[in-house]
């Protein structure tokens, strides 16, 4: 990982800027060494009603289990029944729902990758029951 700042850098990665540039220069010969595409991963933007497969394990108890289609952060399930707080979506032709009531905080590094987002129809049901399940 790179930082802008050259603390973060020497926090994160234990190395300075400089450094890891001539770490990502030898990865890079030795790719081209043996035929191969050096391939650079930078961070997605994450935006409200965003659906990633999430690695939800390891997990505790009934919490949902293994990679899932998580609307940013609530799972997305095919299976289930239509409790109040589970709103109905669809996922590559799929129909399922947000389960709401399976709320989760997660890390960025346990996004795999973006399938893609929620309808407007979808993602503005999905606030109203939030907005019913903390109101006070």
Do not use: W
Not at 20 to 29: H, N, P, T
Not at 37 to 53: A, H, K, Q, Y
Not at 65 to 89: D, M, N, Q, W
């Amino acid at each position: 990982p790179f930082s802008l700042s050259e603390t973060f850098q020497l926090r994160n990665t234990n190395a300075t800027i400089e450094e890891s540039l001539q770490r990502v220069e030898a990865i890079q010969d030795l790719c081209a060494r043996h035929g191969k595409e050096l391939v650079m991963v930078t961070e997605e933007r994450v935006s409200r009603g965003d659906i990633f497969l999430v690695a939800l394990n390891p997990t505790r108890g009934s919490e949902i289990r293994k990679a899932r289609p998580c609307v940013i952060v609530a799972p997305l399930t095919t299976g289930g029944h239509p409790y109040p707080f589970r709103v109905r979506s669809k996922l590559d032709g799929k129909d399922g729902y947000v389960v709401a009531d399976q709320l989760r905080a997660v890390d960025k590094e346990r996004l795999v990758r973006r399938l893609g987002s929620l309808s407007e129809t979808t993602l503005t049901e999905l606030l109203g029951v939030l907005q019913a399940m903390f109101a006070v």
